[in-house]
């Protein structure tokens, strides 16, 4: 069986004419999966209302209280544990200490948290609310993914494997089993990415 290289080959005569054939063949799609009423339809449907939900939620926090949803998250985490070191915070949320790092030096050039040194150990340095961050968490929309949160915990305990079974499943289909994620629902770029900042309207964690 002939292996097919990852990266197409440049020839003389220009790009190898064979190279994509099986990729292509492997994209036909049948007029018929593509009928009004097909559940293949459905599906895609639904999965871009799931997109643009998503979006919609993500433009809106940024509209109403200048913040991205993993902002939020991490100053709701502070509301609700009190001071963390980076560390802490990083693992509370499900994120690198390094991406962590750049979501607070955000909130901390808005004044919305605090680096102070542990009264307890002067050696580590925690991060805390001031007033200003407590109100922007009082005055935000809840985050998407704990709505989702409460209504999927109202399903069973077979509802919420199948419903994790066949996201898995398309997570599989969409090969996107490397994909980097944190458990954030978030129109943002990946969290592991630290953009510069810019004006509002931009893709910043």
């Known amino acids: 069986m002939t292996t097919m290289s990852t990266e197409p080959e440049t020839m003389a005569n220009g790009p ?3 190279a994509t054939q099986g990729l292509e063949r ?26 643009r939900a998503v979006g919609l939620y993500s433009r809106e926090l940024l509209r109403r209280r200048n913040l991205t949803a993993p902002q939020l998250a991490t100053l ?3 509301r609700r544990k009190g001071p963390l070191s980076a560390g802490d915070l990083a693992r509370s949320i499900s994120v690198s200490q390094a991406t962590v790092t750049g979501i607070v030096d955000r909130l901390e050039r808005r004044e919305l948290v605090t680096r102070s040194r542990d009264s307890e150990d002067r050696r580590r340095v ?24 409460l209504r999927l915990a109202e399903r069973s305990e077979n509802e919420r494997q199948e419903i ?3 996201l898995r499943l398309i997570v599989q289909m969409m090969e996107a089993e490397e994909v980097e994620a944190a458990p954030v629902l978030t129109a943002e770029p990946s969290l592991h990415e630290h953009p510069s900042d810019e004006p509002v309207g ?3 964690v």
């Not at 799609?29 to 599906?43: P, Q, V, Y």
């Not at 925690?126 to 709505?147: F, K, W």
């Open 16 to 18: 190898d004419p064979t």
């Open 26 to 51: 492997g994209f036909e799609m049948d007029d018929s999966a593509w009928e009004s009423d097909s559940l293949e339809r459905s599906i895609v449907r639904s999965l871009r209302r799931i997109i």
């Open 76 to 78: 709701r985490q502070l």
């Open 126 to 149: 925690v991060i805390e609310l001031n007033d200003a961050g407590r109100e922007a968490v009082a005055t935000s929309p809840p985050p998407l993914h704990e709505r989702f949160i």
């Open 164 to 166: 994790d079974r066949m």
């Open 202 to 204: 931009d893709h910043r």
